[in-house]
T-cell receptor, first 114, second 114 residues
Framework: KAGVTQTPRYLIKTRGQQVTLSCSPI?????VSWYQQTPGQGLQFLFE???????NKGNFPGRFSGRQFSNSRSEMNVSTLELGDSALYLC?????????????FGPGTRLTVL | GESVGLHLPTLSVQEGDNSIINCAYS??????FIWYKQESGKGPQFIID?????DKRQGQRVTVLLNKTVKHLSLQIAATQPGDSAVYFC?????????????FGTGTQLKVEL
């Protein structure tokens, strides 16, 4: 079974631009979560989508948004990019029915904001 | 200026020795704990998990111990191998009502010396 895939793997943007990242979960998984990983803050939860609805949200500004499609694929968008948004953005998928469902992570998208 | 990164504790062990990685958590209401391994350039990889109603759980070469009294979690790796070199994160889920919203620890760098 194919793992979680994320595209693109690397991205360079400039301040003020916006960016969209994509995540394809493992087949059959209905929950997709997004995390930001930086050297300064570590791994931080952004949001979770389940059956096309945002089920949980972390403490990030409204510039960070996401959505999930009927095939469970998910996208996250960051508008008005800031230098501090440079990070590794990780997507994780799980079956979603229970909090103990294992979350499987993708390789991440490395975003650099110049 | 240059951002200050998290200071990752480092554990250096000899190949073949046992490793013990520790983690303290803050929320006594957390129900579910997971250990992840992250190799350079990759997303976190699930190792083992434990529910709060358990004290110990064993997997292949790994054991997780949970001490709820002092809110402490540990990961023991038997016969550590070079392939075990990575950053190890503990994570907790604080949503007994469902959903996935993992809170990660800062991580421990495990270095295996030949």
């Amino acid at each position: 079974k194919a793992g979680v895939t994320q595209t693109p793997r690397y991205l360079i943007k400039t301040r003020g631009q916006q960016v969209t990242l994509s995540c394809s979960p493992i087949s059959g998984h209905r929950s997709v979560s997004w995390y930001q990983q930086t050297p300064g803050q570590g791994l931080q939860f952004l949001f979770e989508y389940f059956s096309e609805t945002q089920r949980n949200k972390g403490n990030f500004p409204g510039r960070f948004s996401g959505r999930q499609f009927s095939n469970s694929r998910s996208e996250m968008n960051v508008s008005t990019l800031e230098l501090g948004d440079s990070a590794l953005y990780l997507c994780a998928s799980s079956l979603g029915g229970s909090m103990t469902d294992t979350q499987y992570f993708g390789p991440g998208t490395r975003l650099t904001v110049l | 200026g240059e951002s200050v990164g998290l200071h990752l504790p480092t554990l250096s062990v000899q190949e073949g020795d046992n490793s013990i990685i520790n983690c303290a958590y803050s929320n006594s209401a957390s129900d579910y704990f997971i250990w992840y391994k992250q190799e350079s350039g990759k997303g976190p990889q699930f190792i083992i998990d434990i529910r709060s109603n358990m004290d110990k759980r064993q997997g292949q070469r790994v054991t997780v111990l949970l001490n709820k009294t002092v809110k402490h979690l540990s990961l023991q790796i038997a016969a550590t191998q070079p392939g075990d070199s990575a950053v190890y994160f503990c994570a907790e889920n604080r949503l007994p009502g469902g959903g996935n919203k993992l809170t990660f620890g800062t991580g421990t760098q495990l270095k295996v010396e030949l």
